[in-house]
Structure formats: structure tokens, C-alpha cells
């Protein structure tokens, strides 16, 4: 990675740690919670007042929480049995999963409900991304030939692909340079 592509990447995840600082910062005052509360729709009305199409497509959407849950016990056993072997610092579970939607009192309980399933889908695919992320650093560091809609966290630390010298000569830096994750994770472990 070039000094600039360096630069640039610290840059946006210093960015990325100053926006959730900001978004977890919002707190309500007394008449914010008021005022809230007189918006909440009952939850008779927003089932009289939902599409039949819901009621049908509901069952298949909730059956996701299935595969959601084991999915979620696989990466948990996952990682805490292979990180510590190759020295990849976990991934927390509580910085990708979290429910604070149910708090808000202008959501009745139906919609706090589908908070909580979009919360903890949304949540674990991030969680999910992030140990495939620290995976990939260590298996195989090296960027696609085509560019990425959405490349995760680690993957400018990669190599370019085709750069085959690079590769070779700082495999196993990069492969274990999980520096910017150390003060969060665990000490690695020694050979």
C-alpha cells in the first residue's frame, strides 16, 4: 500500500470512528420523549391499517431468525477456536449487534419487534463481515482484479493483485498486521 493509500484509509476510519461516536451520542430530553410518545401508533391501528401482502410475507421474513441464530453460533465457535491459533485478534460480538430501538417511545411494541429482527440481522452480517475480513487478511491478503461496491474493513491493507514480489516478501507482516486492532483485542500469541 502506497503512503498515500495509507493515509487516505486511516483518514476514513477515523472518520468512520468520529461518526459513531456522534450517532451514539444522541440522547432525548423530556419533551423529545413527549413528544415522541404522541406520535407512537397504537398497535390496533397499524395492523388494521397494514397490507395483506405483509401478514403473508411476515412468516418467511421472521424464518430468517433460524439461520440468523445459527449463523451466529458458528461464528462465535468459529473464531474462538481459530483466531488464538493463528494469533487474529477477535471480533466483538457487542460492537455489531446491539438493540437500541426499543427504547424509542414513538415505536408500539410490532415495530420495536421488527427493530430488534432488523438490529440483529443487519448486526451479525456486520459481525459476520468482519471476522471473513480478519480471516481473509490472514489466508489471503491480496486485493480482486475488479473493484469492490463495498470492500470491508481490512481490505486495504491487502496487496494488488498481480503484485506477486510484494506478496511474497511481506506475507506474513501483513498477514498478522492487526496493529490499528491491538488496544481493543487480546495480545497476540507467540509461535
Known amino acids: 500500500m ?6 487516505l484509509a486511516d483518514r476514513i476510519q477515523s472518520l468512520e470512528k468520529e461518526l459513531k461516536t456522534a450517532v451514539t451520542a444522541a440522547f432525548f430530553n423530556e419533551s423529545d420523549l413527549a413528544r415522541h410518545r404522541g406520535l407512537k401508533q397504537g398497535l390496533f391501528s397499524y395492523l388494521l ?3 395483506v401482502l405483509a401478514y403473508v410475507t411476515a412468516p ?7 439461520p440468523f441464530f445459527l449463523l451466529d453460533v458458528f461464528l462465535t465457535v468459529f473464531q474462538g477456536i481459530c483466531f488464538p491459533v ?3 485478534p477477535k471480533v ?6 446491539f438493540f437500541d430501538r426499543g427504547r ?8 420495536r419487534l421488527n427493530c430488534a429482527f432488523c438490529s440483529y440481522g443487519n448486526g451479525l452480517f456486520s459481525y459476520a463481515t468482519e471476522i471473513a475480513a480478519r480471516t481473509e487478511q490472514h489466508w489471503c491478503p491480496i486485493k480482486h482484479a475488479r473493484r469492490l461496491n463495498s470492500p470491508h474493513s481490512r481490505y486495504a491493507q491487502f496487496f494488488k493483485y498481480g503484485d506477486a514480489e510484494q506478496y511474497r516478501q511481506k506475507i506474513d507482516v501483513v498477514r498478522n498486521d492487526f496493529v490499528d486492532l491491538r488496544s481493543v483485542a ?3 500469541p507467540t509461535p
Open 2 to 7: 502506497t503512503p498515500t493509500e495509507q493515509h
Open 49 to 51: 391499517h397494514s397490507r
Open 60 to 66: 418467511i421474513i421472521y424464518s430468517g431468525i433460524v
Open 86 to 88: 493463528y494469533g487474529v
Open 92 to 97: 466483538k460480538r457487542r460492537d455489531y449487534i
Open 104 to 111: 424509542l417511545k414513538y415505536l408500539n411494541l410490532l415495530e
Open 186 to 188: 487480546p495480545p497476540k
